[in-house]
Protein backbone atom coordinates (compact mmCIF):
# COMPACT_ATOMS: atom_id res chain seq x y z
CA UNK A 1 0.00 0.00 0.00
CA UNK A 2 1.57 3.52 -1.25
CA UNK A 3 -1.43 5.47 -0.57
CA UNK A 4 -1.61 9.16 0.58
CA UNK A 5 -4.99 10.95 1.41
CA UNK A 6 -6.04 14.21 1.18
CA UNK A 7 -9.29 15.84 1.97
CA UNK A 8 -11.14 17.98 0.95
CA UNK A 9 -10.50 17.18 -2.88
CA UNK A 10 -11.55 20.95 -3.53
CA UNK A 11 -11.90 23.82 -1.49
CA UNK A 12 -13.22 27.30 -2.01
CA UNK A 13 -12.40 29.82 0.87
CA UNK A 14 -12.63 33.70 0.98
CA UNK A 15 -9.76 35.80 2.39
CA UNK A 16 -11.42 36.34 6.08
CA UNK A 17 -11.91 32.30 6.21
CA UNK A 18 -10.60 29.48 8.42
CA UNK A 19 -9.96 26.25 6.93
CA UNK A 20 -7.62 23.54 7.04
CA UNK A 21 -6.12 20.91 4.70
CA UNK A 22 -5.63 16.92 6.04
CA UNK A 23 -3.26 14.29 4.99
CA UNK A 24 -2.83 10.81 6.05
CA UNK A 25 -1.07 8.07 5.64
CA UNK A 26 -0.50 4.12 7.17
CA UNK A 27 2.72 3.23 5.69
CA UNK A 28 4.39 3.70 8.49
CA UNK A 29 6.45 6.77 6.97
CA UNK A 30 8.19 8.94 9.53
CA UNK A 31 8.76 12.29 6.70
CA UNK A 32 5.61 14.34 5.80
CA UNK A 33 5.42 17.30 3.31
CA UNK A 34 3.45 20.02 1.68
CA UNK A 35 4.05 21.17 -1.16
CA UNK A 36 2.21 24.17 -3.64
CA UNK A 37 1.73 23.62 -7.50
CA UNK A 38 0.46 26.29 -9.29
CA UNK A 39 -0.68 25.58 -12.68
CA UNK A 40 1.90 24.27 -15.55
CA UNK A 41 4.91 24.70 -12.53
CA UNK A 42 6.43 21.88 -10.58
CA UNK A 43 5.43 21.13 -7.17
CA UNK A 44 7.29 24.03 -4.55
CA UNK A 45 8.50 22.71 -1.22
CA UNK A 46 6.50 24.30 1.92
CA UNK A 47 7.37 22.15 5.03
CA UNK A 48 8.67 19.13 5.88
CA UNK A 49 7.81 17.14 9.24
CA UNK A 50 10.24 14.34 10.69
CA UNK A 51 9.50 12.18 13.37
CA UNK A 52 6.60 14.45 13.63
CA UNK A 53 8.77 17.63 14.56
CA UNK A 54 9.01 20.63 11.82
CA UNK A 55 12.18 20.12 10.15
CA UNK A 56 12.00 22.22 7.24
CA UNK A 57 10.14 25.67 6.62
CA UNK A 58 11.03 27.06 3.16
CA UNK A 59 9.60 30.68 4.73
CA UNK A 60 6.02 30.22 4.08
CA UNK A 61 4.09 33.28 4.95
CA UNK A 62 2.56 32.61 8.62
CA UNK A 63 -1.37 32.40 7.43
CA UNK A 64 -0.09 28.33 6.37
CA UNK A 65 0.31 26.62 9.53
CA UNK A 66 1.46 23.03 9.67
CA UNK A 67 0.34 21.03 12.37
CA UNK A 68 2.04 17.14 12.89
CA UNK A 69 -0.60 15.36 15.27
CA UNK A 70 1.00 12.06 15.30
CA UNK A 71 2.98 9.61 12.98
CA UNK A 72 -0.07 9.39 10.02
CA UNK A 73 -1.55 12.80 10.10
CA UNK A 74 -0.57 16.19 8.72
CA UNK A 75 -2.41 19.39 8.64
CA UNK A 76 -2.09 22.76 6.98
CA UNK A 77 -4.17 25.12 8.68
CA UNK A 78 -5.40 28.22 6.38
CA UNK A 79 -6.15 32.17 7.66
CA UNK A 80 -6.00 34.91 5.85
CA UNK A 81 -5.23 33.67 2.38
CA UNK A 82 -4.61 35.86 -0.64
CA UNK A 83 -6.30 35.05 -4.02
CA UNK A 84 -2.77 34.40 -5.14
CA UNK A 85 -2.59 31.56 -2.80
CA UNK A 86 -5.08 29.50 -5.43
CA UNK A 87 -2.96 26.56 -6.09
CA UNK A 88 -2.97 22.86 -5.74
CA UNK A 89 -1.61 21.82 -2.50
CA UNK A 90 -0.18 18.16 -2.55
CA UNK A 91 1.03 16.44 0.56
CA UNK A 92 3.65 13.71 0.07
CA UNK A 93 5.68 11.07 2.83
CA UNK A 94 8.66 9.17 2.87
CA UNK A 95 10.02 5.97 4.97
CA UNK A 96 12.73 8.95 6.23
CA UNK A 97 14.24 12.41 5.40
CA UNK A 98 17.04 11.06 5.34
CA UNK A 99 18.56 8.37 2.57
CA UNK A 100 17.08 8.15 -1.00
CA UNK A 101 13.80 7.33 -0.08
CA UNK A 102 11.10 7.90 -2.42
CA UNK A 103 8.33 10.24 -1.75
CA UNK A 104 4.94 9.28 -2.55
CA UNK A 105 2.12 12.41 -3.53
CA UNK A 106 -0.99 12.36 -2.38
CA UNK A 107 -4.05 13.39 -5.02
CA UNK A 108 -3.86 17.09 -3.72
CA UNK A 109 -6.71 19.83 -2.72
CA UNK A 110 -7.15 22.33 -5.52
CA UNK A 111 -7.67 25.12 -3.37
CA UNK A 112 -9.51 28.21 -4.89
CA UNK A 113 -9.28 31.55 -3.08
CA UNK A 114 -11.78 34.33 -3.77
CA UNK B 1 19.25 29.13 -12.42
CA UNK B 2 17.16 25.77 -13.05
CA UNK B 3 19.04 23.03 -11.31
CA UNK B 4 17.43 20.21 -13.36
CA UNK B 5 16.95 21.04 -16.86
CA UNK B 6 14.13 19.35 -18.73
CA UNK B 7 13.34 19.03 -22.22
CA UNK B 8 11.32 19.01 -24.41
CA UNK B 9 9.04 21.28 -22.34
CA UNK B 10 5.77 20.07 -24.63
CA UNK B 11 6.14 16.99 -26.86
CA UNK B 12 2.93 15.98 -28.92
CA UNK B 13 2.79 12.82 -30.96
CA UNK B 14 1.15 10.15 -32.49
CA UNK B 15 0.47 6.92 -30.76
CA UNK B 16 2.54 4.53 -31.84
CA UNK B 17 5.30 6.84 -31.96
CA UNK B 18 8.89 6.28 -29.87
CA UNK B 19 10.46 9.06 -27.84
CA UNK B 20 12.94 10.16 -25.38
CA UNK B 21 12.32 13.06 -22.31
CA UNK B 22 15.56 14.43 -20.60
CA UNK B 23 16.57 15.06 -17.29
CA UNK B 24 19.84 17.18 -17.02
CA UNK B 25 21.97 18.80 -14.39
CA UNK B 26 25.66 20.37 -13.45
CA UNK B 27 25.60 18.70 -10.49
CA UNK B 28 25.81 15.14 -8.67
CA UNK B 29 22.90 13.69 -7.24
CA UNK B 30 22.35 10.45 -4.78
CA UNK B 31 18.91 9.45 -6.16
CA UNK B 32 16.90 10.63 -8.87
CA UNK B 33 13.49 9.80 -9.27
CA UNK B 34 11.21 10.18 -12.53
CA UNK B 35 6.96 11.10 -11.73
CA UNK B 36 3.90 11.30 -14.42
CA UNK B 37 1.13 13.65 -13.34
CA UNK B 38 -2.18 13.92 -14.68
CA UNK B 39 -4.13 17.58 -14.62
CA UNK B 40 -5.08 17.91 -10.93
CA UNK B 41 -3.70 14.95 -9.43
CA UNK B 42 -0.71 14.58 -7.37
CA UNK B 43 2.76 13.04 -8.86
CA UNK B 44 2.84 9.23 -9.33
CA UNK B 45 6.13 7.96 -8.88
CA UNK B 46 7.59 5.71 -12.05
CA UNK B 47 11.23 5.13 -10.67
CA UNK B 48 13.88 5.83 -8.72
CA UNK B 49 17.50 5.34 -9.74
CA UNK B 50 20.45 5.53 -7.40
CA UNK B 51 23.39 4.06 -9.06
CA UNK B 52 25.80 5.55 -11.80
CA UNK B 53 24.85 3.85 -15.31
CA UNK B 54 21.71 1.89 -13.97
CA UNK B 55 18.86 1.31 -16.56
CA UNK B 56 15.38 0.48 -15.51
CA UNK B 57 12.51 -1.38 -17.55
CA UNK B 58 8.82 0.04 -16.71
CA UNK B 59 7.10 -2.25 -18.87
CA UNK B 60 7.16 0.30 -22.52
CA UNK B 61 9.37 2.97 -20.40
CA UNK B 62 13.05 2.74 -20.39
CA UNK B 63 14.84 5.03 -17.72
CA UNK B 64 18.46 5.29 -17.65
CA UNK B 65 20.82 7.77 -15.03
CA UNK B 66 24.10 8.87 -16.24
CA UNK B 67 27.28 7.34 -15.26
CA UNK B 68 27.97 10.29 -13.57
CA UNK B 69 24.49 10.95 -11.48
CA UNK B 70 24.21 14.17 -13.54
CA UNK B 71 21.45 13.28 -15.66
CA UNK B 72 18.73 10.74 -16.90
CA UNK B 73 16.58 10.00 -19.44
CA UNK B 74 13.07 8.49 -19.69
CA UNK B 75 12.39 6.48 -23.16
CA UNK B 76 8.78 5.46 -24.41
CA UNK B 77 8.37 3.04 -26.87
CA UNK B 78 5.24 2.71 -28.98
CA UNK B 79 3.22 5.82 -26.84
CA UNK B 80 -0.09 4.96 -26.35
CA UNK B 81 -2.79 7.70 -25.68
CA UNK B 82 -2.69 6.76 -21.48
CA UNK B 83 1.37 8.21 -21.33
CA UNK B 84 -0.22 11.73 -21.41
CA UNK B 85 0.52 13.87 -18.92
CA UNK B 86 3.34 15.90 -17.32
CA UNK B 87 6.62 13.69 -16.53
CA UNK B 88 8.68 15.38 -14.11
CA UNK B 89 11.96 14.20 -12.87
CA UNK B 90 13.40 14.92 -8.81
CA UNK B 91 16.44 14.53 -7.29
CA UNK B 92 18.19 14.76 -4.12
CA UNK B 93 21.90 16.55 -3.75
CA UNK B 94 23.15 14.93 -0.71
CA UNK B 95 21.58 12.10 1.65
CA UNK B 96 19.82 15.24 3.88
CA UNK B 97 18.72 16.92 0.60
CA UNK B 98 15.45 18.35 -0.19
CA UNK B 99 13.70 16.60 -3.32
CA UNK B 100 14.35 19.40 -6.59
CA UNK B 101 11.93 19.37 -9.26
CA UNK B 102 12.33 19.76 -12.77
CA UNK B 103 9.93 21.78 -14.49
CA UNK B 104 8.40 18.97 -16.59
CA UNK B 105 7.74 17.69 -20.13
CA UNK B 106 4.19 17.92 -21.02
CA UNK B 107 3.80 14.48 -23.10
CA UNK B 108 0.16 14.28 -25.27
CA UNK B 109 -0.20 11.27 -27.47
CA UNK B 110 -2.71 11.57 -30.20
CA UNK B 111 -4.81 8.70 -31.49
Known amino acids: DTEVTQTPKHLVMGMTNKKSLKCEQH?????MYWYKQKAKKPPELMFV???????INESVPSRFSPECPNSSLLNLHLHALQPEDSALYLCASSLRLAGAHEQYFGPGTRLTVT | TQLLEQSPQFLSIQEGENLTVYCNSSSVFSSLQWYRQEPGEGPVLLVTVVTGGEVKKLKRLTFQFGDARKDSSLHITAAQTGDTGLYLC???????????FGKGTKLSVKP
Open chain 2, 90 to 100: AARRGSQGNLI
Open chain 1, 49 to 55: YSYEKLS
Open chain 1, 27 to 31: MGHRA
